[in-house]
């Protein structure tokens, strides 16, 4: 038996003032056939779990390229035909074979392309044919499309956010397509379509115990698989917006039931699902007045993992302001003052200009005379078991005494390893001011006394009434009050 397995991946932002071409992936990572390494990245699970399969089962995995980009703007045409035609070229030279599996995350958009992961599916069935079993692994703030749901026997997403089941998922993907190819089962799909579009983390109630009995469900009856597609706000298509997807065995009526029930259930969580988001001026009242230390302060928005650069002021100099001073910021995206800041070496204090220079919507960048603290070539940061890297970093101490990691590598703040590798003790710290909507949450709430979510309007199209989407068609929550009144009357 021979399975074929590849990952290509990103999230883009469509409203993000960055473009991604190929040394955005090279610079996340990019891994040539056979160069995987043996941890798994969010989206190539598959890799490691299949490499664990076909070794105790002893048939033959084939690896192609597995290659991730720090969410950001939208991909440039050749950059984009370039991996799929890499990936295609691979496969090609790999059959026959009896499955493929792609680790895919399931929101890139590209110049001339809506939907890069429908055209690569229908692209490896048209090369593979009718009888090959495909199986794919999405994140959830992706966007579901049926050239995908055509051109897939299995689909599986994280099911948690923090997506710290990442490497379940992918052991799901691989489990489902050798059973298939095993002839033990004959998986049937359905998709139910939520109409709406809302943060929906896990890691607090009603979605909680919704995933719990979500994968309880699974394996019991005919059930193989439930998903949740929870979309993406910040990328443009027709089909953004919160989905369920169930894969029962040979049984489509069982399929579409369930889909339906989780989907009415899931549409009902919406408002009720986000932790209270604070507005900049009281997120620094309720953090003053608190006894708590350290008190994490999270920028939901300006997210380099949803895209935007990460490189807002608006919230730091509302800090800068109020005089706060027993504060770290983990990270604020400037290569050019991070470059600056090598050239003057450690110790040295200069005037430096950093952040606020990629948009519009950022803030301006803050004018200051720092001391550099600290000096880090190839900074990183664990994600779970998964290293990130931050590319070259600074510390800067400003006049009050508060420090800034400046970062040269765009990333999202993870955990709080961010601070400790760049030598600042995070529980030392009164104040930590981080850039992340909730993946930081396990591995911060580890350390933190106080967690405040700050809703800092800034380059992030956080509400879909204003977003001013162009390629959205169908109606959706919160746009329209009651989405499936307005789809019937349409
Ligand atoms: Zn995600």
Known sequence: MRIFCASIATETNTFSPL????????????????????????CSAVFTEGRLRAAKEGWDLIEGTATWAEPG????????EQLRDEVLGQLRAAMPVDGVILGLHGAMVAQDYLD???????????LVGPDVVIGT????????????????????AFKEFPHTDFVETGRAVVDLVLRTLRGEIKPTKAVFDCHMIEVLPTSREPMRSFIDRAKDMEGTGDILSVSFIHGFMAGDVPDL?????????????EAKQIARNLGVELFGFRGATRPTFLKPEDALD?????????????DVWDNPGGGVPGDSTILLRAVMERGLTDYAVGTLWDPMAVRTCFSAGEGAVLPLRFGGKTGARAGSPIDAEVRVKKLERNAWQYFGESIVPLGDCAVIELPGGGEVILNTNRSQSFDPSLFSNMGIDPASKKYLFIKSTNHFYDAFAKIAGEIIYIDVH?????????NGYRHVKRPLWPIVEDPFAASKAS
């Open 116 to 126: 890069c992961e429908g055209d690569l599916l229908a692209h490896v069935r048209e």
């Open 458 to 466: 800034g380059p992030y199209p956080s509400d879909p009434k204003t």
């Open 73 to 80: 703007g939208l991909v440039n045409r050749e950059t984009y």
């Open 241 to 253: 917006g919160a989905k369920v997807i169930v894969t029962t065995n040979n049984n489509p009526a």
């Open 137 to 156: 692994s999405f994140d959830p703030h992706s966007h579901l499309t049926a050239l995908r749901v055509d051109n897939s026997d299995i689909i599986v």
């Open 286 to 298: 309720q953090a003053l007045a608190s006894d708590a230390k350290p008190i994490v302060l999270t």
């Open 19 to 42: 473009r991604t071409d190929f040394s955005d992936f090279q610079e996340s990572f990019y891994a040539p056939p056979g160069q995987h390494p043996v941890t798994p990245t969010l």
